[in-house]
């Protein structure tokens, strides 16, 4: 059974940065493609950030350049640094895992995290 726990959300004032982990068991994730997803009330789940299991990363046009998706094989654990946050990040986070192409489309994913909530003030 493949498990995904997402930690590190928070309250963070804008222009500040936070990092979210996403630990997974069960599986090895390096053959996975791993995803970020995010949503708010009221509104679809959208693609934030992916990676590949070649590595390919790819980001949702609102975060390129502010937030960074990577993976550490050693601990089996994805990580997103964002940067320069801004209030409409605001949003729970979830992590996803799937043996697809690792894009940003949710259809993709097999195994969802239960999320974690990120807050931005202005």
């Known amino acids: 059974q493949v498990q995904l726990v997402e930690s590190g959300g928070g309250s963070v004032q804008a222009g500040g940065s936070l990092r979210l982990s996403c630990a997974i068991f069960?599986?090895?994730?390096?053959?996975?493609?791993m995803g970020w997803f995010r949503q708010t009330p009221g509104k679809e789940r959208e693609g934030v950030a992916s990676?590949?299991?070649?590595?390919?990363?790819r980001y949702a046009d609102s975060v390129k350049d502010r937030f960074t998706i990577s993976r550490d094989s050693a601990k089996n654990t994805l990580y997103l640094q964002m940067n320069s946050l801004k209030p409409e990040d605001t949003a729970i986070y979830y992590c996803?895992?799937?043996?697809?192409?690792?894009?940003?489309?949710?259809?993709?994913?097999?195994?969802w995290g239960q999320g974690t909530q990120v807050t931005v003030s202005s």
């Open positions: 069960g599986y090895t994730y390096a053959t996975l493609s």
């Open positions: 990676i590949d299991n070649s590595g390919t990363t």
């Open positions: 996803a895992g799937g043996y697809g192409l690792g894009t940003l489309r949710q259809n993709e994913y097999n195994y």
